[in-house]
T-cell receptor, first 111, second 115 residues
Framework: QKEVEQNSGPLSVPEGAIASLNCTYS??????FFWYRQYSGKSPELIMF????GDKEDGRFTAQLNKASQYVSLLIRDSQPSDSATYLC???????????FGTGTRLKVLA | KAGVTQTPRYLIKTRGQQVTLSCSPI?????VSWYQQTPGQGLQFLFE???????NKGNFPGRFSGRQFSNSRSEMNVSTLELGDSALYLC??????????????FGPGTRLLVL
């Protein structure tokens, strides 16, 4: 089992819709969770981080964490074509100094 | 604050050569991680340095090495380059490394092409 799993996509949504991206992780003791956005040919840029169970909102983005079920999700409201990118989920497992990345979900927002 | 910087941004080498890539972390960040990214493999962790010590290492051959200096700047070296080493090499920094509430920021990357 991979440590961090994401559906590779592509996930296609129409402009203005809500895009829902999911990530599951295997280490139950994982402490911190991050979402990065990566445009083609560019480096990942941090969108959000979440540490506690529940929801965290930042503008059009909402991160949701459920430690009992070991998943973290990212919702993008009012999706725009400029949101089209690959979204990477990252987790810091317990007892390490590492960040474990999923392979990313490619999002396509259709105008 | 200035972000993570990497030099050079682009590099073309031939098989058998060696290459050194440089990374300057965000001021105050002492942890530097290196990743290799290829289209089919996603982000692959190479190694992580903190206070000049390698704390973590990924599953890469010994041709890949790194070091960190006292000012937290880091270099990675790839010897005897192979065609498969063509990739985007990313450096990322954080204050203390992965752990509770530690956020990692990426540099722009060095794109290496091996011919």
């Amino acid at each position: 089992q991979k440590e961090v799993e994401q559906n590779s996509g592509p996930l296609s949504v129409p402009e203005g819709a809500i895009a829902s991206l999911n990530c599951t992780y295997s280490d139950r003791g994982s402490q911190s969770f991050f979402w990065y956005r990566q445009y083609s040919g560019k480096s990942p840029e941090l969108i959000m981080f979440i540490y506690s169970n529940g929801d965290k909102e930042d503008g059009r983005f909402t991160a949701q964490l459920n430690k009992a079920s070991q998943y973290v999700s990212l919702l993008i409201r009012d999706s725009q074509p400029s949101d089209s990118a690959t979204y990477l989920c990252a987790v810091t497992p317990s007892g390490t100094y590492k960040y474990i990345f999923g392979t990313g979900t490619r999002l396509k927002v259709l105008a | 604050k200035a972000g993570v910087t990497q030099t050079p941004r682009y590099l073309i080498k031939t098989r058998g050569q060696q290459v050194t890539l440089s990374c300057s972390p965000i001021s105050g960040h002492r942890s530097v991680s290196w990743y290799q990214q290829t289209p089919g493999q996603g982000l692959q962790f190479l190694f992580e340095y903190f206070s000049e010590t390698q704390r973590n290492k990924g599953n890469f051959p010994g041709r890949f090495s790194g070091r960190q200096f006292s000012n937290s700047r880091s270099e990675m070296n790839v010897s005897t380059l192979e065609l498969g080493d063509s990739a985007l090499y990313l450096c990322a920094s954080s204050v203390k490394g992965g752990g509770h509430q530690e956020t990692q920021y990426f540099g722009p990357g060095t794109r290496l092409l091996v011919l």
